[in-house]
């Protein structure tokens, strides 16, 4: 019986182990296709499962397997080291930046007022908008709050608006993506004039899916051309370990929940929220990720996403 344990110790272990490699492979290697565009976004809980299989594989002296396993987790560790350890900037907020996805229009309207009203939000981008819904917005009191806007509302999943505290210009949609996409300009506060985007990538699929791998791709050199301040807010269909979001740090983009010392931020399912799906990203914007938070909105299965900025 003991010899029998000691080998299922073994055995569970390597499996633990080659499972997780798999993910950080890919997860280095920015391999998304097929089954990965769902196993790269667990790569934080394989820190657990590392530690569960290099318990059984010290214990039966799985000198191998606990070595590549402690390899693993080192990697993973550094990965996301930066948003446990990073420590926000001491600054006044200055403004803050909000996105909630809406789920079909279904999303309270009156719960994304009154975090507009809590959180004090500057720039609010909204997916998935309905024209039923920005009805709904309206009638809570958004535009009091917010009142200069640009949207697209549509039926299903592909409206989207964007409404500012402050003058917004030369606003319009990016007519290249599935989803509405909308880009203007806005003046800040400090006195910059960013080019702001209400971001909206198509979703993952089952199986194969080459929507959101040609936006995934295609995101990071369109923004990546824009001079001088901007500001980015919406539903990324992506965490940060994914290429999407990677390939936007690389082009000098920085997510407000890296920058703010957030830890693992979690907008995604409503219910029972795993992944962080929904960012605020800046780049050359005179200001800094101050702190992050999510709020619930009744009848959406995303949470609201806000960061403040000072």
């Known amino acids: ?46 820190t657990v499962v590392l530690l569960v299989a290099l318990v059984l594989s010290l214990v039966t002296r799985w000198w191998i397997v606990a070595g590549v396993g402690a390899l693993a987790l080192a990697l993973i560790v550094f990965w996301w080291l930066p948003p446990f350890i990073n420590s926000p900037a001491n600054a006044k907020p200055t403004l803050v930046a909000a996105t909630s996805n809406i789920a079909l229009g279904e999303g309270d309207a009156c719960a994304v007022v009154a975090m507009v009203k809590q959180h004090k939000v500057d720039l609010l981008a909204v997916e998935e908008m309905t024209p039923e819904s920005l009805i709904r917005l309206n009638a809570c009191g958004l535009f009091d709050l917010l009142p200069h806007s640009y949207v697209e509302p549509r039926g299903g999943a592909s409206g989207t608006g964007m409404f500012s505290k402050y003058p917004i210009s030369n606003a319009h949609g990016n007519q290249s993506t599935a989803l509405a996409n909308l880009e203007a300009q806005v003046e800040l506060p400090n006195g910059q004039q960013a080019t702001w985007l209400a971001v909206h990538v198509a979703g993952i699929v089952p199986g194969e899916h080459p929507l959101w791998d040609a936006e995934a791709k295609a995101m990071p050199a369109y923004v990546g051309a824009f001079r001088g301040p901007v500001i980015l807010t919406g539903d990324f269909n992506s965490t940060r370990d994914q290429p999407l979001i990677l390939n936007l740090e690389s082009v000098g983009y920085a997510d407000s929940a890296t920058v703010a010392g957030s830890g693992l931020v979690r907008t995604f399912p409503s219910d029972f929220p795993f992944v962080g799906i929904d960012h605020v990203m800046t780049r050359e914007l005179n200001m800094s990720a101050l702190s992050t938070s999510v709020v619930l909105i009744p009848g959406s299965d995303h949470r609201a996403f806000v960061a403040t900025y000072g």
């Open 1 to 46: 019986m003991r010899a029998f344990l000691w080998w299922a110790g073994r055995i569970v272990a390597t499996v633990l182990v080659i499972g997780c490699i798999a993910i950080v492979v890919a997860r280095a290697f920015k391999i998304d296709f097929g089954p990965f565009a769902y196993l790269v976004p667990l790569i934080p809980y394989c």
